[in-house]
């Protein structure tokens, strides 16, 4: 299994460089990109101890992933993705 999904540019933050979060076979990656530098940080699915959406009446989503006892907060997606990565990244843990 191999899912990209990239936030939206008009969402706010994103309008350069949008975050991705790349759910693959083992680790859910997320990348934000930068001008000069950017991050990427790759989680296994066994190490999320929670998964968190916050959807607003009008606007984009906002997915957060719980691991190591940080929060990892990604803003600019739609509810039906922020749903579908909940429901993937649920999936791959049950397994």
Do not use: W
């Not at 350069?16 to 940080?41: A, M, Y």
């Amino acid at each position: 299994m191999y899912r990209k999904f990239t936030a939206s540019r008009i969402s706010r933050e994103n309008a350069l460089f949008p975050p991705q979060i790349i759910l693959e076979d083992n680790c859910v990656t997320i990348k934000c990109p930068g001008l000069f530098s950017g991050r990427s940080t790759a989680i296994s699915y066994e190490n999320i101890s929670h998964i968190s959406i916050l959807t607003p009446l009008v606007g984009f989503s906002t997915i957060s992933f719980f691991a190591f006892g940080e929060e990892v907060c990604i803003h600019g997606f739609t509810k039906a993705e922020a749903h579908e990565m909940k429901r993937l990244i649920s999936q791959k843990q049950a397994i």
